[in-house]
């Protein structure tokens, strides 16, 4: 049983990102990345589906050289400035076509509140970071969270580098200068959850389905502080359901990083996340969490992002409890103690999109949720979690999604609480 998405019509968030007016259905990426001159040379095949007839084809792509546009095999005309490629003379009927881009030069993150997202060089290797509008840093694109595709990636780069990217890697070819790596991601994945990572990295093993890659001189940190991860996915798949892909690969960048980041069947730390002692731990739960909330389960406008990061922080509080650590409740009191003394003019279902990443969308989401879960019982609570990621999965959902559902599981006398801890920007009390 799929719940159907809400008709409500809200200005989006990143109005010049996406189109409406066709869907992706497969990504076909061929890149060729030179390290030491950041170049890349590049072919991007999407197959995709016009929901109306359309005058022209829109896509996201960043600063790079297009050399040439075919559509449904045909050369054709196309504008590419302002982040947007303009096919000029696609005339396309309701349907299927494809779009082939050739296009190079050097990847260029994406300017945002938040600094530069996507594509970005390390001191030695890449980073792609996407979220939530970095995916036109490195490849052409509909920008939007809730057009979800299946990709295939294929990188050739040098050969003492490891390329990571999203889903399984099928292949590999060694040349004697460059190594080709060619990865599918079979579930159907959002633009800025694709990921690339190029680096020296050595590959180890954390459990059934789990690796990491990571500097050689951070193996034993490495072994360490990501040691409980195969305990902590059997707490979530408990509490949550099954794990929704068919692995989990974690990154270890030589570089500092200011916060990890999250990819679709993959996480990437920092250096720094590193420390030998798990002093880290709860990044690790939080990032494990988003393969459900965020992935799988993907919003599909960015307004309702707690149902990202608010589920995530809330496995952090989860994951404590489960481990010996303080329990989910110590964790909401102090956390709303911290909360109730901030100015009361944020609303969690609303925040904004300069407060995407703002700690109260995470916090306040997650006190929502021991809010909720102190009021079904625990029996309910995870009922509920098990059958929204069940229902929803490798799908888009919003808030009044989830709430549709909460009120199967949910008193009669809990509109209220919905409406206080969601739409009210006064922090309601803790049940």
Not at 65 to 84: C, E, M, N, Q, Y
């Amino acid at each position: 049983m799929s719940r159907v998405l809400s008709t409500t019509h809200h200005r989006p968030y990143f109005p010049s990102h996406g189109e409406d007016g066709y869907r992706v259905g497969h990504y076909d990426l061929s890149l060729d990345y030179r390290i030491g001159a950041d170049r890349l040379d590049a072919v991007a095949r999407l197959s995709a589906q016009a929901v109306r007839p359309l005058e022209h084809l829109c896509l996201d792509l960043g600063a790079f050289r297009v050399g040439k546009v075919l559509v449904d095999g045909r050369t054709a005309r196309f504008t590419h400035r302002g982040g947007k490629l303009r096919v000029a003379q696609a005339r396309l009927r309701p349907g299927p076509f494809t779009v082939e881009v050739r296009y190079a030069g050097s990847p260029r993150p994406v300017s945002s509140h938040w600094g530069g997202l996507g594509w970005e060089q390390l001191a030695d290797g890449v980073i792609v970071a996407g979220q939530p509008i970095g995916a036109p840093s490195w490849f052409p694109c509909n920008d939007r969270p809730d057009d979800k595709a299946s990709y295939r990636i294929e990188v050739t780069t040098a050969s003492p580098y490891t390329v990571v990217a999203n889903g399984e890697l099928v292949e590999r070819r060694d040349a004697a200068a460059a190594t080709t790596w060619v990865y599918e991601q079979a579930e159907p994945m959002a633009p800025y959850l694709a990921s690339v990572q190029i680096g020296r990295y050595r590959r180890t093993e954390l459990g059934p389905r789990m690796q990491a890659f990571h500097p050689p001189a951070l193996a034993r940190r490495v072994r360490n502080d990501f040691g409980r991860q195969d305990r902590m996915m059997t707490a979530f798949t408990e509490r949550f359901g099954p794990y929704p892909f068919g692995s989990y690969t974690v990154v270890v960048t030589e570089d500092e990083l200011e916060i990890p980041v999250e990819a679709q069947g993959m996480s990437i730390f920092g250096a720094n996340h590193v420390d030998g002692a798990r002093g880290e731990e709860r990044l690790v739960a939080h990032e494990l969490a988003h393969q459900w909330f965020g992935n799988s389960l993907t919003v599909a406008d960015w307004r309702d992002i707690w149902l990202h990061e608010g589920f995530a922080a809330y496995a952090e509080w989860i994951w404590s409890e489960v481990s010996g650590g303080s329990s989910a409740a110590q964790h909401a009191a102090h956390w709303h103690r911290r909360l109730a003394a901030l100015p009361q003019d944020f609303v969690l279902a609303d925040p904004g999109a300069r407060n995407l990443f703002d700690d109260r969308v995470y916090k306040r989401g997650a006190l929502t949720l021991h809010a909720l879960r102190t009021t079904l019982g625990d029996l309910a609570f995870f009922a509920l979690l098990r059958a929204w990621t069940s229902e929803n999965r490798h799908g888009s959902v919003t808030t009044e999604m989830f709430l549709d559902l909460a009120r199967e599981y949910a008193p009669r006398s809990s509109e209220t609480f919905f409406t206080s801890w969601l739409y009210g920007s006064r922090l309601p009390p803790l049940p």
